[in-house]
């Protein structure tokens, strides 16, 4: 391990008690690397069995791992937590500062429990602990003020994370995400409604340890191999260039770009809103989360006029990824780029999750165009695809919550859905709103039966992408088994915690070496063993809090939009997800 190496100390912060304290966890760090994997270790301690996500009772876990600060692109941060989304587990991984931060703070985890009378936000500037008051800044209408505002009030520029909610947050919208560093989220499953119960507006941390190797030539050694391939191969270069916003004309030209609510695959505007167009026309800067030389981040400006002043403009920065192109672009039919960042940026400023926000607005659109809901529903918006202006106005109504059925928005598809109808064209999978991928069944059931609900998770995509290319079809069985090795594996890097854009960098070999630098004796082998560890503990959690693999309900909507892959079906899927059942609960 390294010389005094603070990733096996917890930090806990008790809101309602108004006090801290840190506990020594070497063994779980020592047996789970960090990350997901002790963090999932830590939800199972603190959180009660069957607990309200939005009582007080529910913990929030930020945790890091053990390359975390010591190699290259190792710098994202997990949280953990029971998702007011789903009822089962919460899990989102963001990149920026934090988990550079918090190492540099002198810990490995970070656990809030409880609820604040009043709204704090959490200082922790290495071993001072401090709860600030954020009465000031609760209720502020943009997530960008509230930042802004800390950087002000906090020391350390540069080394340190912010991480705050919008009023969606504030407003418990269970799909409400958590901002860090401007650029970056912890989105997905309503991180920032459980922000929003424990009236905690903000976290910042830094901290300024200093790390000592026992073996410090072979750590110099690992860290120039990794550094090499990060910038010298091409494995990177497609994410620094054009970023991940590269695939929106390849999905699109195979048909397999969720548009107009997956009524098809196919967006005859996509190349306009395309990572090449977006490149070429409102290409700001790229930037780079903390210790890591790729900058796969990219930000468009967006140039308005000041009303009333003909010659006076502002100039926003906004960043932009193929998610959010997909879900607030070709989802809605949303085709011109200004129009597009303009909504970016009131997702943003609400501090919603913008995957969820698509998706929930596309089948809003729908059900109204269906005349299943009228505009006594809407408030008066007459949505249509397309209109950036009023969708801007809807995501608003859904923080707002003027009416049940914006309310209903405000707790996802799932659950609107089961008030109003429409549940066959609802996208959402395990009551987490669908990734931006159509390409074939084993997309669809990674969807469905990985522990996030996540496209992350086990890639499926990627499953069905080298499927079609190569024109063969993969067995229920063999899919199963190639979700559940995948999904295993991806618990060491988001235990580590790297980038899964990395994951070509960090293979089990170099894993294994960068390990050895800290005096850990692993192989390839005892990976995989962790990884099934740690996947079996979330099933464990899930399953716990009510989650049944056999009780999944499926959208038909994926069953009447031809695929890549063909047109799905509902047998064969059904029985990938009893298979991959049968595999998770032998492991």
Not at 457 to 475: P, Q, R, V, W
Request: glycine content about 10%; hydrophobic content about 40%.
């Amino acid at each position: 391990m390294i010389e005094g190496d603070p990733v096996v100390r917890v930090l806990y912060v008790d809101l309602t008690r108004r006090r801290s304290w840190v506990e020594e966890q070497a063994d779980l760090f020592e047996r789970y690397l960090g990350g997901a994997g002790v963090a999932i270790q830590l939800l199972h301690k603190e959180c009660p069995v069957g607990v309200d996500p939005l009582a007080p009772g529910n913990p929030i876990i930020f945790a890091v791992g053990q390359l975390n600060g010591l190699f290259p692109i190792a710098s994202k941060m997990v949280a953990m937590f029971k998702s007011p989304h789903t009822g089962n587990l919460g899990e989102s991984h963001a990149g920026g500062r934090g988990a550079i931060a918090l190492r540099m703070a002198g810990y490995g985890a970070l656990v809030i429990k409880g609820r604040s009378e009043t709204p704090v936000y959490l200082a922790v500037h290495g071993d001072e602990v401090h709860l600030r008051d954020a009465s000031a800044i609760w209720g502020m209408g943009s997530s960008y003020t509230v930042g802004r505002v800390i950087r002000q009030r906090e020391p350390y520029p540069g080394v340190r994370t912010i991480m705050r909610i919008g009023r969606a947050g504030e407003k418990l919208v269970s799909w409400a995400g958590l901002i860090t560093e401007t650029y970056r989220h912890f989105g997905r499953l309503g991180l920032g409604a459980v922000f929003g119960s424990k009236n905690l507006k903000a976290v910042t941390v830094s901290g300024r340890s200093v790390f000592k190797f026992k073996k410090p030539r072979l750590y110099r050694e690992t860290y120039d191999e990794v550094f090499d391939l990060l910038t010298k191969s091409t494995l990177m270069k497609k994410y620094h260039e054009l970023g991940t916003s590269m695939n929106i004309n390849p999905l699109n030209e195979k048909r397999c770009l969720p548009t107009r609510n997956l009524k098809k695959g196919y967006f005859k505007f996509a190349d306009e809103i395309s990572g090449e167009t977006f490149a070429k026309t409102h290409l700001g800067r790229r930037v780079a989360c903390a210790h890591c030389p790729v900058s796969c981040i990219h930000i468009a400006w967006l140039r308005e006029p000041y009303e009333q002043e003909p010659y006076f403009y502002k100039t926003k920065m906004i960043s932009y990824d193929y998610e959010l192109i997909y879900a607030l672009g070709s989802m809605l039919e949303v085709g011109q780029i200004d129009g597009l960042l303009k909504l970016f940026d009131e997702v943003e400023i609400q501090g919603l999750d913008a995957m969820s926000a698509g998706v929930i607005l596309a089948w809003a659109t729908e059900m109204q165009e269906r005349g299943m809901i009228s505009t006594k529903e809407t408030v008066g918006l007459n949505l249509k695809w397309g209109d950036y202006d009023t969708y801007i106005r809807a995501v608003k109504l859904i923080v707002e919550q003027p009416n049940d059925f914006f309310k209903a928005l405000g707790r996802g598809v799932d659950y609107a859905s089961s008030k109003y109808g429409g549940s066959e064209f609802a996208l959402a999978f395990g009551g987490n709103e669908m990734p931006g991928y159509h390409s074939g069944p084993a997309t669809h059931i990674s969807h469905l039966v990985s522990s996030r609900h996540s496209h992350l998770d086990s890639a499926g995509y990627s499953i069905d992408d080298k499927m079609n290319a190569a024109g063969k079809k993969l067995t229920a069985d063999e899919i199963a088994d190639s979700l559940l090795n995948e999904e295993k594996w991806r618990q060491i890097l988001s235990s580590l915690i790297t980038c899964y854009f990395a994951r070509g960098v960090f293979t089990p070999e170099v894993i294994v070496k960068a390990l050895s630098t800290l005096n850990y004796q692993l192989s390839p082998e005892n990976l995989t063993e962790i990884g099934g560890n740690i996947l079996k503990a979330k099933y464990n959690f899930k399953t716990r809090e009510g989650f049944n693999l056999s009780k999944l309900r499926i959208p038909n909507r994926i069953f009447e939009t031809p695929t890549p892959a063909g047109q799905l079906s509902e047998e064969f899927i059904r029985e990938s997800i009893r298979l991959y059942k049968d595999k998770i609960e032998a492991l």
